[in-house]
C-alpha cells in the first residue's frame, strides 16, 4: 500500500485514486488472514472454482474481482460469485453473461480485457478491434463495461501497453483501467491505473504456478 501511495504522488494523483486488488489466488490461508487482518477487502482471483473453493463464507463485505479467463460454462457462477468480472473478451462471453444477468439479476462490474501484445497465448482482444467489441457489448447485449484490463507481454516494457489501453479507454469513455502487477505497478500507476492487481507483492511468491 505504501508503494501504491508514493507512486501515485509522483504521477500527481491521489493514493486513494488506485485500488489495490490483492490476488490471492493459490495462496493459502495462513498467507490471506493477516492480508485480510490489516484491512485489504479487495481480492483478485483467476479460476472460479478456486475462487469459491476459498471465498465461499467468507466474501462478507469484500469485494472479489475474476482477473482470469472465463469460460462460457463458468458465466452463471462467475456472475453469481463475484463482484467485478475482469476478462470480457468475446461475443459468446458477452451473450452468456447478458443472459446471467438477466436471469440473476446480478450485474457484477465488467472489465473488457485487451491483448495489448497481440500474444496469440492470450485472452483479450486485439486492440484493432476493442471499439466495435465494447460497442457490441453496449448495443448488442446492454454492458456497459467499466474499464479495460491487460497484461502486457513478460518479455516487453509495459509502458507503451499501459499507454495503449489508457487511449482505447479515452476514446471509449471507459474511465477505469486495471494494469500492473508485482513487478510493474508503478509504471502502471504512472500510465493512470485506477487498479492495480498485485499477488506476489503482497502475499509472497506462490507456491506453485496458477
Ligand atoms: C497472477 C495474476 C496477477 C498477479 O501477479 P503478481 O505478479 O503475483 O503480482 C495479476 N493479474 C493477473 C491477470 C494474474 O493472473
Given amino acids: 500500500m505504501a508503494r501504491i501511495a508514493r507512486a501515485a504522488q509522483a504521477a500527481g494523483r491521489a493514493a486513494g485514486d488506485v485500488t489495490l486488488v490483492a490476488v490471492s489466488k493459490t495462496q493459502p490461508w495462513d498467507a490471506i488472514a493477516p492480508v485480510l487482518a490489516a484491512g485489504q477487502k479487495v481480492f483478485g482471483e483467476n479460476r472460479v472454482q478456486e475462487a469459491q473453493a476459498r471465498w465461499t463464507g467468507k466474501a462478507e463485505g469484500l469485494t472479489l474481482h475474476l482477473i482470469g479467463p472465463l469460460q462460457t460454462n463458468k458465466a452463471a457462477d462467475a456472475v453469481a ?14 451473450r452468456v453473461l447478458a443472459e446471467e444477468v438477466q436471469r440473476q439479476g446480478r450485474r457484477p462490474r465488467l472489465y473488457v480485457q485487451v491483448n495489448t501484445g497481440e500474444e496469440p497465448q492470450k485472452a483479450g482482444v486485439i486492440p484493432a478491434e476493442a471499439d466495435a467489441f465494447i460497442a457490441m457489448a453496449r448495443k448488442t447485449y446492454g454492458l456497459e463495461p467499466e474499464g ?7 518479455e516487453e516494457p509495459p ?11 479515452a476514446r471509449n469513455g471507459l474511465s477505469k483501467l486495471s494494469m500492473g502487477m508485482s513487478g510493474d505497478f508503478e509504471t502502471a500507476i504512472a500510465f493512470g ?9 503482497v502475499f509472497g511468491a506462490r507456491s506453485y504456478p496458477a
Fill in 148 to 154: 479495460l484490463m491487460c497484461i502486457p507481454p513478460a
Fill in 193 to 201: 491505473a485506477t487498479s492495480v492487481r498485485v499477488g506476489s507483492a
Fill in 159 to 169: 509502458g507503451p501497453h499501459f499507454a495503449l489501453l489508457a487511449k482505447i479507454a
Fill in 81 to 94: 460469485f463475484f463482484d467485478v468480472i475482469e476478462t470480457l473478451d468475446r461475443e459468446k462471453l458477452a
